[in-house]
């Protein structure tokens, strides 16, 4: 039983708090453990249940706590590479993530999603495609609600769907989800997982445990996970925007189909749909499949994606200020996301951009700006990089500015009316902000207050 182990949470943000809190109600005596020495003891327990005996260690791990933990819950943000971490592994602790944590608890059939772009928009629409016929619904991980917060919650009769993050994919054991995707794997954190060979094989681990009971939904039009569906030993349904299946999700013209290798269904037209751009028709059609291989009679999730609307942060309209349409795309933290909500606008753009640096090029984001792109508006920590490269392929409209305020301003002066104004910075939001979250709505207040 993993409530007689000692055990060691590491970070006390809200991944750390969701797991002390778990691991507290179901009687366990968890160390919360965080090295940074700023934070105080009194914030950090006014996250957790009043008159709480949980013991909390900020700075230096003591080396009773290093020698006698069995059992380490990492913080997502906290890398496995991490010395103090190699050193509980040696010492015999066993690495778990808040995931596995909370699936160790959780009940009921569990859909899992992961890629570098578009998992918080498909995981939120097959919540409502599983609230469209299941009763108990739950939708956590990534997606901004702890699975650790809703794990005790549920029962048999239960329905999960959960966004997985890369870095929590680095610490699981027994977790096995019925039904996994994987929608897309481009560059993202190589600060983190160090090579683009090791962020494969973490995406992969997503299916580790599944067996031909199960369902793998993978994307046919990237390399890497069409090559992964030969090997993984669940059943695979694919879904595709640039291939006809005879089994699996694809776009057929102007139509999504689902061919399940006697009949075709058509289960929308992309006319119907309220998400703009090619790589939304992707998000459905992954969904669709996921929503499928949950049991959700199509009837139910063709209703459901026709009155779906966009994510918060994700190309998500946020007003339109004499004639200029303004975009809130704060989510689109790779490039890869932010090429998607470039090709996604239909008008003249001014992008801002620019962030934190996890040591990736901006080559291909920058070649999608011709014709589409009529300033470049830089800030935080790769405003530098990101106009060198920018002006290598001869685009040289370009302004910096140290807040996004300041970022705000300038696109309002520089936009005329019919054109967009576009936040997708293609950077992660540290070092200026919290999060993405902060920083989308920040970038909305400033443009309502236009």
């Excluded at 809190?21 to 940074?36: C, I, K, M, S, T």
């Excluded at 069995?70 to 590479?81: I, R």
Aim: charged fraction near 25%.
């Amino acid at each position: 039983m993993i409530t007689d182990k000692k055990i060691l949470i590491i970070g006390a943000g809200l991944s750390g708090i969701g797991a002390a809190r778990l691991l507290l109600e179901v009687g366990a005596a968890p160390v919360l453990y965080d090295g940074n020495t700023s934070l105080s003891e009194e914030a950090v327990r006014e996250n957790l249940p009043k008159n709480s005996s949980l013991r909390i260690i900020l700075g230096e791990l003591p080396k009773k706590e290093r020698e006698e933990t069995e059992v380490v819950v990492l913080s997502p943000g906290v890398p496995v590479d991490l010395p103090l971490v190699e050193e509980l592994h040696e010492n015999g602790a066993v690495i778990w993530g808040e995931v596995e944590l909370a699936y160790h608890f959780a009940k009921g059939k569990l859909a899992a999603i992961t890629g570098t772009n578009g998992k918080t928009t498909t995981t939120a629409l097959v919540g409502e495609i599983l609230r469209s016929f299941y009763q108990e619904v739950f939708v956590v991980g990534n997606i901004g609600n702890a699975y650790t917060k809703e794990a005790l919650n549920m029962t048999e009769e239960s329905v999960t769907v959960a966004e997985i993050s890369s870095f929590q994919l680095e610490t699981i054991h027994s977790f096995h989800p019925q039904v996994s995707a994987i929608l897309n794997i481009t560059p993202d954190h190589l600060n983190r997982h160090h090579t683009m060979e090791c962020y494969i094989r973490t995406k992969e681990q997503i299916a580790r445990n599944q067996d031909s009971s199960d369902t793998c939904v993978l994307n046919y039009d990237d390399e890497e996970t069409r090559q992964f569906g030969k090997q993984v030993k669940a059943s695979v349904l694919y879904f595709s925007r640039k291939h006809i299946l005879d089994q699996g999700v694809y776009l057929d013209a102007s139509s999504i189909i689902y061919g399940t290798g006697e009949e075709r269904i058509k289960v929308c037209g992309i006319g119907e749909l309220q998400l703009l751009g090619a790589h939304n028709h992707e998000n459905v059609m992954a969904a669709i499949a996921v929503g499928i291989a949950m049991g959700v009679p199509v009837e139910q999730i063709r209703k459901t994606v026709k009155e779906f609307q966009a994510v918060e942060h994700r190309i998500e309209f946020v007003a339109e200020k004499n004639g200029v349409a303004y975009y809130n795309d704060s989510k689109g933290t790779n490039t890869d996301a932010s090429i998607k909500a470039v090709e996604a606008m239909i008008r003249p753009t001014i992008v801002i951009g620019g962030g934190y640096d996890k040591h990736v090029e901006f080559d291909d984001w920058v070649k999608t700006f011709e014709g589409r792109v009529k300033w470049l508006v830089l800030l935080g920590a790769t405003a530098q990089q990101i106009a060198d490269t920018a002006r290598r392929y001869g685009f040289d409209r370009i302004e910096f500015a140290d807040s996004m305020e300041e970022a705000v301003q300038i696109c309002a002066g520089r936009a005329e009316p019919g054109d967009a104004v576009l936040l997708s910075p293609a950077c992660a939001s540290w070092g200026m902000f919290e999060n993405y979250e902060q920083r989308g709505r920040i970038f909305k207040d400033l443009v309502h207050g236009l």
